[in-house]
């Protein structure tokens, strides 16, 4: 079965820093790859999904992430913060066939807080 | 109108109460599911439908149960509820492909 691992529940940075957000996946199939944030009282929207095509994956609001094979990772980075990214964000996985095809299975989450 | 619908959004019941909530979308889509999060656990899958005809039990699916009542309905019902059930609960749905998921916006659910 697949499964996501995010290292970190709460990352911090600065506005205008790096932010860096760490999801490694285990998959016995090539995987599906989705980052998704939620904001305060609000549900979950997706930022980014990686689907076999490029590696670089390019989102929403900045966010990229890099599909790393042989480091089974899949973090997630926006070059400068702002004080609107802070939420929290799930890493989340599915594989291409089988019976939990399309079936996400979800990371514990980081909350992001940014710093004025 | 939302693509996903959840009501209610905030609910108190008591323990022993049958409670259910309910979902609804205009996405079209086949796959419906119901997720529960909880503080540093993520989203944990209850109970998943990838047709009217097809429902699956999910990684948590003890003390709840589900209706498909059509292709835009899912409801999620809990028989008996304890306290330890507290916490949001999402409907999301999904197409045929791997293209992710569109979310409602949550029900928060509080057991006393």
Request: hydrophobic share 35%; proline share 4%; net charge positive.
């Amino acid at each position: 079965a697949q499964s996501v691992t995010q290292l970190g529940s709460h990352v911090s940075v600065s506005e205008g820093a790096l932010v860096l957000l760490r999801c490694n996946y285990s998959s016995s199939v090539p995987p599906y790859l989705f980052w998704y944030v939620q904001y305060p009282n609000q549900g979950l929207q997706l930022l980014l999904k990686y689907t076999s095509a490029a590696t670089l994956v390019k989102g929403i609001n900045g966010f990229e992430a890099e599909f790393k094979k042989s480091e089974t990772s899949f973090h997630l980075t926006k070059p400068s913060a702002h004080m609107s990214d802070a939420a929290e964000y799930f890493c989340a996985v599915s594989v291409a066939g089988g019976t939990s095809y399309g079936k996400l299975t979800f990371g514990q989450g980081t909350i992001l807080t940014v710093h004025p | 109108d939302a693509d996903v619908t959840q009501t209610p959004r905030n609910r108190i019941t008591k323990t022993g109460k049958r409670i259910m909530l309910e979902c609804s979308q205009t996405k079209g889509h086949d796959r419906m599911y119901w997720y529960r999060q909880d503080p540093g656990l993520g989203l944990r899958l209850i109970y998943y439908s990838f047709d009217v005809k097809d429902i699956n039990k999910g990684e948590i699916s003890d003390g709840y149960s589900v209706s498909r009542q059509a292709q835009a309905k899912f409801s999620l019902s809990l028989e008996s509820a304890i306290p330890n059930q507290t916490a949001l609960y999402f409907c999301a749905t999904s197409g045929q492909g791997n293209y992710g998921y569109t979310f409602g916006s949550g029900t928060r659910l509080t057991v006393v």
